[in-house]
């Protein structure tokens, strides 16, 4: 779920290269390349891959159809075509009688030209004029009959022929039938696969990028009892409550929960020295949030939330510093439906050398991890942190907390940056800002 993988990605990034991360998320998050813009304007949607998938479904439904009813009907055809008493059949073979009989007419017919000439050869000598001319008064006659025969003979063969096109020019015809209904059924199917594969493709890349995740200002994660002062070598005990304040059932909610710090100087990451741990009704035992995200929330019905206890344990050579923690929270549906909160809520909070005595402490209040100011598209960064890129190795900051200066130097302004970044690429697809 790239979701959740970027702004884990994000986050890191943004502890690791500050500067830069500073730099270029201001930019990043107030403006869109125009390319980038018509890529996702001409997009299909998943509900348009699914209607796509749906209606090939469909066709290849109504092809299979077609394709069994054309072998079916050529079937029939060609069970037809091999019978004497079909029309095409019943010409043919008349046809093909009428030629056996005109090549026996003209062999007949040849065999009483060779016999005149036989019998004109045959005359005697002193043959009388009577029978000279009786003699070749049968040969004229023979080859007349046998010419006659031999037309007859020709149009009966180019009849038979005709006729016997006729018959496989008609199963030509019914095997092309079944030809075309097995292509149509090809393109199909191939159109079937397409369309599901593009579907398929489209919510991998949902599930991986949340590109078609939309803001759910309903689905809230809120952190009570965690105070904005820490003691090194302690254990803090606070809760997160994950509400579905929606009308939808959620198949799974997840949550994000950072926590991220630096020394006094602002230069070095003390996170090493954190351990968050989580525990729920339905899991009780104590487990360790890993990569930032706690995957046992679980499902949610509709206007329900559940409560998750939590623990922070600072290590006694934890350095004394500033932190800040970062609550978030996203659902997924099986139908393929995501969201979740339009952007993540940040704690602050100071951490105390070990054996310190931090003194009345209030609960940390939620801030968003980003605010809006009048002009532009309303994109600055938490904490009136400058969107300047940082000059001389210096970070400029105004307005902000003891904790987000520091927290800015070592990199935990552009954590704020970041995620406010991930955020905003994360719902721009709905049209919103986050």
């Given at each position: 779920?790239?979701?959740?993988?970027?702004?884990?990605?994000?986050?890191?990034?943004?502890?690791t290269?500050?500067?830069?991360?500073?730099?270029?998320?201001?930019?990043?998050?107030?403006?869109?390349?125009?390319?980038?813009?018509?890529?996702?304007?001409s997009?299909?949607?998943?509900?348009?891959?699914?209607?796509?998938?749906?209606?090939?479904?469909?066709?290849?439904?109504?092809?299979?159809?077609?394709?069994?009813?054309?072998?079916?009907t050529?079937?029939?055809?060609?069970?037809?075509?091999?019978?004497?008493?079909?029309?095409?059949?019943?010409?043919?073979?008349?046809?093909?009688?009428?030629?056996?009989?005109?090549?026996?007419?003209?062999?007949t017919?040849?065999q009483?030209?060779?016999?005149?000439?036989?019998?004109?050869?045959?005359?005697?000598?002193?043959?009388?004029?009577?029978?000279?001319?009786?003699?070749a008064?049968?040969?004229?006659?023979?080859?007349?009959?046998?010419?006659?025969?031999?037309t007859?003979?020709?149009?009966?063969?180019?009849?038979?022929?005709e006729?016997?096109?006729?018959?496989q020019?008609?199963?030509?015809?019914?095997?092309?039938?079944?030809?075309?209904?097995?292509?149509?059924?090809?393109?199909?199917?191939?159109?079937?696969?397409?369309?599901?594969?593009?579907?398929?493709?489209?919510?991998?890349?949902?599930?991986e990028?949340?590109?078609?995740?939309?803001?759910?200002?309903?689905?809230?994660?809120?952190?009570?009892?965690?105070?904005?002062?820490?003691?090194?070598?302690?254990?803090?005990?606070?809760?997160?409550?994950?509400?579905?304040?929606?009308?939808?059932?959620?198949?799974?909610?997840?949550?994000?929960?950072?926590?991220?710090a630096?020394?006094?100087?602002?230069?070095?990451?003390?996170?090493?020295?954190?351990?968050?741990?989580?525990?729920?009704e339905?899991?009780?035992?104590?487990?360790?949030?890993?990569?930032?995200?706690?995957d046992?929330?679980?499902?949610?019905?509709?206007?329900?939330?559940t409560?998750?206890?939590?623990?922070?344990?600072?290590?006694?050579?934890?350095?004394?510093?500033n932190?800040?923690?970062?609550?978030?929270?996203?659902?997924?549906?099986?139908?393929?439906?995501?969201?979740?909160?339009?952007?993540?809520?940040?704690?602050?909070?100071?951490?105390?050398?070990?054996?310190?005595?931090?003194?009345k402490?209030?609960?940390?209040?939620?801030?968003?991890?980003?605010?809006?100011?009048?002009?532009?598209?309303?994109?600055?960064?938490?904490?009136?942190?400058?969107?300047?890129?940082?000059?001389?190795?210096?970070?400029?900051?105004?307005?902000?907390?003891?904790?987000?200066?520091?927290?800015?130097?070592?990199?935990?302004?552009?954590?704020?940056?970041?995620?406010?970044?991930?955020?905003?690429?994360?719902?721009?697809?709905?049209?919103?800002?986050?």
């Amino acid at each position: 779920m790239k979701i959740r993988r970027a702004l884990a990605t994000a986050v890191a990034a943004a502890v690791t290269a500050p500067a830069v991360l500073l730099s270029v998320t201001p930019a990043f998050a107030d403006t869109k390349p125009a390319a980038q813009t018509q890529e996702k304007q001409s997009k299909p949607t998943i509900k348009d891959l699914e209607k796509a998938a749906a209606a090939a479904q469909k066709a290849y439904e109504e092809a299979v159809k077609a394709r069994d009813e054309a072998q079916i009907t050529v079937r029939k055809a060609f069970e037809e075509l091999s019978k004497d008493s079909h029309p095409l059949v019943a010409a043919d073979n008349a046809a093909k009688q009428a030629a056996k009989d005109a090549a026996a007419a003209k062999v007949t017919a040849d065999q009483a030209v060779t016999a005149a000439k036989a019998a004109i050869e045959a005359l005697p000598a002193d043959a009388t004029e009577e029978q000279k001319t009786a003699a070749a008064t049968a040969l004229s006659e023979a080859e007349a009959s046998a010419t006659t025969a031999a037309t007859a003979k020709t149009a009966a063969d180019a009849k038979a022929v005709e006729t016997n096109d006729a018959v496989q020019d008609a199963r030509v015809a019914a095997a092309r039938a079944a030809s075309v209904a097995d292509k149509a059924l090809d393109d199909a199917l191939a159109a079937k696969v397409a369309a599901d594969a593009a579907l398929a493709k489209a919510k991998k890349e949902a599930e991986e990028e949340g590109e078609d995740c939309e803001p759910e200002n309903d689905l809230t994660a809120e952190v009570t009892g965690l105070p904005t002062e820490l003691v090194a070598g302690t254990t803090t005990a606070f809760s997160l409550r994950v509400t579905n304040g929606s009308d939808r059932h959620m198949d799974e909610v997840i949550t994000y929960v950072g926590v991220h710090a630096s020394d006094k100087s602002g230069l070095k990451d003390t996170g090493k020295f954190f351990r968050l741990q989580w525990s729920s009704e339905s899991s009780p035992k104590w487990k360790n949030v890993k990569d930032d995200y706690i995957d046992g929330v679980g499902p949610l019905k509709a206007r329900t939330g559940t409560d998750l206890k939590m623990r922070l344990t600072l290590d006694k050579a934890t350095p004394a510093g500033n932190g800040v923690a970062f609550i978030a929270a996203d659902f997924y549906n099986k139908d393929g439906a995501c969201g979740g909160t339009p952007g993540a809520d940040m704690y602050e909070f100071d951490v105390k050398a070990a054996g310190s005595k931090p003194g009345k402490t209030e609960d940390a209040k939620p801030k968003p991890a980003k605010t809006t100011k009048p002009g532009g598209n309303g994109h600055t960064p938490q904490g009136s942190a400058s969107a300047t890129p940082a000059a001389n190795g210096n970070l400029a900051a105004t307005g902000s907390s003891s904790a987000t200066t520091s927290i800015a130097l070592a990199g935990g302004a552009a954590v704020v940056l970041g995620a406010a970044a991930v955020f905003v690429v994360r719902r721009r697809k709905a049209g919103s800002d986050a």
